[in-house]
Nanobody, 114 residues
Framework: QVHLVESGGGLVQPGGSLKLSCFSF???????LGWYRQAPDKQRELVAR???????AYGNSAKGRFTISRDNSKNTVTLQMDSLRSDDTAIYYC?????????WGQGTQVTVSQ
């Protein structure tokens, strides 16, 4: 029902900022949304989630630095990342979940380096 496409990844220096966007070809109003990431030799981990009601939750490493938001009218979910560190380097994935439905984007690479 939904097709997710991420954008906004790239190379940024430590301490810098980056904004990731995820666009859905299909309404996201009733879905819980999230951002996950996977670094080399690591498990995929939760970065941030936002429910259909707007409640937010963050992984420990993201608290105080990242902000998730959604715009149902535009079928988008965004992740504002500030104070980036080298260990934020990973492929970031957008996720939409509802009942037994679970959709993933293709991922976008974020590299934090001098």
């Amino acid at each position: 029902q939904v097709h997710l496409v991420e954008s906004g990844g790239g190379l940024v220096q430590p301490g810098g900022s980056l904004k990731l966007s995820c666009f859905s070809f299909g309404t996201i109003t009733d879905y819980n949304l999230g951002w996950y990431r996977q670094a080399p030799d690591k498990q995929r981990e939760l970065v941030a989630r936002i429910t259909r009601r707007g409640d937010k939750a963050y992984g420990n490493s993201a608290k105080g630095r990242f902000t998730i938001s959604r715009d149902n009218s535009k079928n988008t979910v965004t992740l504002q990342m500030d104070s980036l560190r080298s260990d934020d380097t990973a492929i970031y994935y957008c996720n939409a979940q509802l009942w037994n439905e679970d959709y993933w984007g293709q991922g976008t690479q974020v590299t934090v380096s001098q």
